[in-house]
C-alpha cells in the first residue's frame, strides 16, 4: 500500500482539543508512547518545575516521567517519575526526550543523559548550569509500569535518540548529532554495542521521529527543519515538519511533496495546528515529534508546543519574532493528532 496522495500531511486530523499531556506546575517536553499488555498506552515525557526557567531550566531540572490514559488520544494523567533527578556526578543528572519502544516482552528507554557540576538550580537559586558531559541512555523493563533497570550510557556524546527495533532485537537508532544533523547508530541486540553507520544522512533538522511502515516496505521519518538556522531556503516553512523515506534506514529522501506537520503553515514559523472542538491555534513552535505505530503502520503524531500570552505577541508583533527557546513562555504541553491510515 501507498500513503494517502498528497503526502504525509494530508494523513492529520485535527487533534482533540483535550487531548495530550500537561501538568500545571511543570513544563512538559516530548511524548514517546508505547501500548501496553494492561490496555493503556503509556506516555514518556520529559518534564520540570515552573519554578525554574523553561530554558535554561531543562538543561539542569529536567527528569524522565511516565502517564497513562484508555487510548492514545484521551488526556494522559501522570503516574510517576521513571528517571528521577540525579546526584552530582551522575552521568544522567538532567534526564530528557525519552523515546520508548518494545520487543518481545521487554520495553526499551531510550533517553539522553548529561552531567554538570555545582548545585540543581531552585525556585530560590535559579542559576544556570554549564554541561559536562552527554550521552544516550538505555533503561529496560519487563512492563510500562516498571521496574525500570537502567543499562547505562550506550552512545557517549551523542543526544535525542530515537530507535528502530527489529525482530530480531536488532537496533537502527537515530541521533541528533553535531549542528542539527542526524546520524545512524546499528546494533545486532539491544543489549549490544551501538556503531555509527551514517553520518551527518540529514541536515539541518532535529526532533525526527523513525519508524518502520510494514505496509510500504520503508523507512519513514518526520523531523523539524532547521533551515531557519542555516539562512537558507528549506523544503518547507522554518521549524515546520518534513518528511522523508529511506530503503535500509541509512540513505534519506525527502518526499514530494515534503510537508509533515503541522496542518497548515501561514509564513515562516507561523505554525497552525486544527482542533476537533473547530478552533485552531498558531504556535510559535511545535517540537520533538514523535509517532505511535500500532501493527506495523503510523497511527498518531504527538508534538509539543510551546503557549505564549497575547502580551507576549503583542510585543513581538507576531509569532516569527517570538524566540524558539524563551525564558518563561505561558506553557509548554503535548498534543497528539491522530492519522488518517495509509490507502
Not at 84 to 107: I, L
Not at 119 to 146: F, I, K, N, Q, Y
Not at 297 to 312: F, G, K, P, Q, R
Request: glycine content about 10%.
Amino acid at each position: 500500500m501507498a500513503p494517502t496522495p498528497g503526502g504525509f500531511r494530508d494523513r492529520l486530523r485535527p487533534a482533540p482539543a483535550d487531548g495530550g499531556f500537561r501538568m500545571d506546575d511543570y513544563w512538559i517536553w516530548g511524548a514517546s508512547v508505547v501500548p501496553g499488555p494492561d490496555g493503556d498506552y503509556h506516555m514518556f515525557a520529559s518534564r520540570w518545575s515552573k519554578g525554574v526557567t523553561f530554558s535554561p531550566g531543562w538543561t539542569s531540572n529536567s527528569h524522565v516521567v511516565r502517564a497513562t490514559a484508555p487510548s492514545p488520544e484521551a488526556p494522559f494523567e501522570f503516574a510517576e517519575e521513571v528517571i528521577p533527578p540525579g546526584e552530582a556526578g551522575d552521568w544522567d543528572r538532567m534526564s530528557h526526550n525519552p523515546s520508548v519502544a518494545e520487543h518481545d516482552g521487554t520495553y526499551l528507554l531510550y533517553y539522553y543523559g548529561c552531567s554538570y557540576d555545582g548545585p540543581r538550580p531552585t525556585p530560590e537559586d535559579p542559576h544556570g548550569v554549564e554541561r559536562t558531559g552527554s550521552a544516550v541512555g538505555l533503561a529496560t523493563a519487563p512492563h510500562p509500569a516498571g521496574p525500570w533497570e537502567k543499562q547505562g550510557p550506550v552512545v557517549p556524546g551523542e543526544t535525542n535518540a530515537v530507535p528502530v527495533v527489529h525482530d530480531d532485537g536488532s537496533v537502527l537508532l537515530y541521533v541528533r548529532d553535531g549542528d542539527f544533523e542526524m546520524s545512524v547508530y546499528e546494533a545486532d541486540h539491544y543489549s549490544g554495542e551501538y556503531e555509527r553507520v551514517g553520518t551527518h544522512v540529514l541536515a539541518p533538522l532535529e526532533d525526527h521521529a523513525v519508524w518502520y511502515s510494514e505496509a510500504a516496505d520503508r523507512y519513514e521519518l518526520v523531523a523539524k527543519n532547521m533551515e531557519y538556522h542555516h539562512d537558507a531556503d528549506g523544503p518547507v516553512d522554518s521549524y515546520a515538519g518534513f518528511h522523508a523515506t529511506s530503503v535500509d534506514g541509512v540513505e534519506w529522501t525527502v518526499s514530494d511533496p515534503p510537508e509533515a506537520y503541522p496542518h497548515r503553515t501561514t509564513g515562516d514559523r507561523e505554525l497552525v495546528v486544527a482542533y476537533d472542538d473547530g478552533t485552531e491555534e498558531t504556535y510559535a513552535n511545535v517540537e520533538r515529534a514523535q509517532i505511535l505505530t500500532e501493527d506495523g503502520e503510523a497511527t498518531h503524531l504527538y508534538l509539543v508546543v510551546h503557549e505564549w500570552t497575547d502580551e507576549d505577541y503583542a510585543d513581538a508583533g507576531g509569532p516569527v519574532e517570538l524566540p524558539s527557546h524563551g525564558s518563561w513562555p505561558a506553557d509548554t504541553y503535548n498534543i497528539c493528532i491522530p492519522l488518517d491510515p495509509v490507502e
